[in-house]
């Protein structure tokens, strides 16, 4: 009872105190010393992960609610906004908090001129995350989305000097907020039929009612408009044009939170209240996910391989996984969700310290172009060493968390009749982290021919290459613009390197500075996360029983909808059987994964099989050129997208 | 009444894609997001419309006011406003960024300056 009670303050604190530190931050922050602004985002960045780590063991069990200003429902009837806390919820909130975290520390040498907002904006940002992941209320949800959406443009564009990134933040802007209206157009169809806003009282009205037209378009209003932040496809063109041209600080919370926070909604609302439908809807929905969800899966991992544009190729690997994530979502079982929620903070962990990673050699190398930086990534061991960790931990190397999740997911395939997903699974993760192995093969060991993969295609889906490498130049010189106005931190010999940098590519190991620490350990940091959540037994099993209570609609409308005040009873919630952690076959799998992206690397970087890869760049020419990043084109493919899904939800659900 | 709002809902959302589809010049293609947002907006409203409804104010009435318009879907288009004039300024001030630094408007051409 004391656990309740002191609990329950942190659940709206959690999001408070970013958000009171982010507008106390853009007003007293030209005050502060560049330091002081510093340490005080890192410091709420970090509590406010404390907060969701709390939240997260507090809530294992039995959901939390949270009603604001005390609005309890009387007689079941939801009158207030409630916050329903859950461990998945809570895990996903702290998963951004972590990544928050670090990419604030990663910002400490990466920027000259944070004058306080951009620190302010991720603060927002991370509250924003928060709010969406806690929330029990559907228009809540709606603007936590927008508040999410509307910081990621803010930053996406932020301190351009470049038309590129100003684009990228332009086509993001346009698609998403379509998105935004579509899903605020499904919460008032859903209105229109419940007269409510609450997930667990729209669920208890729809529960057991045969879908009618109104309900279908809801659905589909709904979740489309929460798969174009998921990017999933078709709604997945604007991501490669946002996070290829992001700032590198920027790409870790996207990749890391924000689109997954887009199957979050989808699950939260399909398990609170789409999955109560009467007519049995399950197995058609699921096909309808999993179609999907293969077809994002293999297209990010297909164009992952053709980039060379480092940003770009994590921009494909980072939806390649949003494929992934939609299989183990899309199965709609607690175990499949379990699944995909370990790869969640496995991946997203992993892929952040990629771009982390990728960011130390854009500033210390001025590209992030793979064939002109073959061969340079002497002087940089450590980054390279982060880099090679992190692209075979991509391919679930044991026994990082990904591992264990890729375990869970492969069982819940199995379990519900689908063993072949295993071979789509094992297909586009090699083929995505082979990509990410292929570029650090040739920057750190130079091999591999310094020509372009494909000549005769020029640069068809990488149109900013050249232009997105003078802004990363731009970029690094703003970096290097004051470095003596900073504190020196361990690096008593100045700023990061650069102003003598040597734009042809010679001589350059010898004069460079140090890479500043504070860039090169968040990403191992966050790698050693992974790592020990991997070691740690039982976290299958606590990942299984967190999906189970996120999956199960009967006790969260029941917990929500009480009116008395005390604990919540734990009863109904379904107990998963705890699984042989990472039994042999699950390693042996993983293992076989790890060495079929070493042999696509392998591949990809032999001199001989040119032919192959011509043949390969041909054959996927008409993808890429369907990238073409005209903003035209991507809201044609969202509405069309939208139509074929409003389509297959009238086939699931009738 | 009812079929009237919901057809200027599907008119101002369509021509509104239309127009960003379409857009040859940056501005123009914001105005147009912002029409097929008050799509939306049109929307929320006529949900809560309640014919021969007041207004939702229910301070200093008569005992038996009759049916009241939703109050509820009112203060979501109101939110929508909100969130839909950040979206613009930020777009705006993006569009302003661009053409500074390409010194063009036309989507096209500015994705021929990347090349």
């Not at chain 1, 684009?167 to 419940?194: C, E, K």
Request: some cysteine; overall charge neutral; aromatic content about 6%.
């Amino acid at each position: 009872m004391d656990l309740v009670v002191s609990t329950s303050a942190v659940i709206p604190a959690s999001v408070v105190v970013p958000l009171a530190a982010a507008a106390l931050m853009v007003g007293f922050s030209r005050f502060l010393p560049r330091w002081a602004r510093d340490l005080i985002a890192i410091a709420v960045a970090l509590a406010t992960t404390a907060l969701t780590l709390i939240l997260m063991a507090a809530s294992a069990g039995h959901p939390m609610i949270y009603w604001f200003s005390g609005w309890r429902p009387s007689a079941g009837m939801v009158i207030g906004i409630d916050y329903a806390v859950g461990p998945l919820g809570a895990g996903m909130a702290s998963l951004a908090g972590v990544l928050a975290s670090a990419a604030l520390v990663y910002c400490w040498r990466y920027f000259d001129s944070a004058r306080g907002r951009h620190h302010a904006l991720v603060l927002i940002f991370l509250a924003a995350s928060v709010d969406f992941c806690l929330t029990g209320d559907l228009f809540n949800l709606f603007v936590a989305f927008e508040l999410v959406a509307v910081t990621a443009f803010a930053l996406t564009g932020y301190n351009a000097g470049h038309p590129a990134p100003l684009q990228g933040a332009i086509n993001f802007a346009v698609t998403n907020s379509l998105g935004g209206m579509s899903v605020l157009m499904g919460v008032g169809f859903l209105y229109a039929r419940t007269g409510s806003l609450n997930l667990a009282q729209i669920g208890q009205a729809l529960s057991g009612r045969h879908p009618d037209g109104l309900i279908v378009v809801a659905f589909a209003l709904l979740t489309g408009g929460f798969l174009v932040k998921a990017a999933v496809v078709p709604f997945h063109f604007w991501l490669p044009d946002a996070y290829g041209s992001a700032p590198i600080p920027v790409c870790v919370l996207f990749a890391g939170v924000m689109s997954e926070l887009g199957l979050f909604a989808v699950i939260r609302v399909w398990d609170t209240v789409f999955s109560g439908l009467a007519g049995g809807s399950g197995p058609r929905m699921r096909a309808v996910l999993l179609g999907l969800g293969i077809l994002t899966a293999v297209v990010g991992a297909v164009m992952a391989l053709a980039q060379i544009h480092l940003k770009r190729m994590l921009a494909f690997v980072t939806m390649s996984h949003m494929g992934i994530y939609l299989i183990g979502v899309g199965l709609l079982t607690p175990l499949g969700l379990a699944g995909a929620s370990l790869l969640v903070i496995g991946d997203g962990l992993a892929k952040s310290a990629l771009f982390l990673g990728v960011g130390v050699v854009q500033h210390q190398r001025a590209s992030v172009s793979e064939i002109k930086l073959r061969g340079r990534g002497r002087g940089l061991a450590v980054t390279g060493v982060t880099i090679m960790l992190g692209a075979l931990v991509l391919a679930d190397l044991p026994p990082y968390v990904s591992s264990a999740g890729h375990a869970l997911l492969v069982k819940a395939a199995e379990q519900a009749g689908l063993p072949w997903l295993e071979i789509v699974i094992a297909l586009s993760v090699s083929l995505s982290s082979g990509a990410v192995l292929r570029a650090a093969g040739r920057i750190w060991l130079g091999w591999g021919s310094s020509q372009s993969p494909r000549p005769d295609t020029g640069t068809a889906d990488d149109p900013g290459e050249e232009a997105k490498d003078r802004s990363d130049t731009a970029n690094s010189a703003n970096a290097e613009g004051a470095p003596g106005t900073q504190e020196s931190i361990g690096s008593t010999d100045g700023g990061p390197a650069g102003a003598d940098r040597d734009q042809d590519g010679r001589e350059w190991s010898g004069r460079l500075r140090r890479v500043p620490l504070t860039m090169l350990l968040p990403p191992l940091a966050l790698l050693a996360i992974g790592l020990g959540l991997g070691l740690t037994s039982g976290v299958e099993e606590h990942a299984a029983a967190a999906a189970a209570a996120f999956s199960d609609r009967a006790a969260y409308a029941t917990a929500v909808l009480r009116t008395h005040v005390g604990p919540v009873p734990t009863g109904g919630r379904v107990v998963v059987p705890a699984s042989p952690a990472a039994s042999a076959g699950g390693v042996l799998t993983d293992l076989g994964q790890v060495l079929a992206a070493l042999c696509v690397a392998g591949i990809a970087l032999d001199r001989r099989a040119v032919g192959l890869r011509r043949a390969l760049a041909a054959g996927t020419g008409w993808l890429r050129r369907l990238h073409s990043g005209l903003v035209g084109d991507q809201v044609t493919w969202l509405v069309a997208g939208l139509a074929l899904l409003a389509a297959l939800s009238e086939a699931a659900l009738h | 009444m009812s079929v009237l709002a919901y057809g200027v809902v599907a008119w101002l959302f369509l021509v509104g894609i239309y127009g960003v589809v379409t857009s040859r010049n940056l501005i123009h293609m914001v105005v147009c997001l912002s029409v097929a947002q008050s799509a939306t907006d049109v929307l929320l409203l006529e949900i809560g419309y309640r014919t021969g409804g007041h207004a939702p104010v229910f301070v200093s009435l008569p005992t038996h006011p009759g049916p009241a318009v939703d109050a509820v879907m009112q203060a979501l288009a109101l939110t929508d406003v909100v969130v839909g004039a950040a979206v613009t300024a930020l777009l705006l001030a993006l569009v302003v960024q661009v053409h500074k630094r390409a010194g063009t408007l036309d989507p096209d051409a500015l994705r021929a300056t990347r090349d």
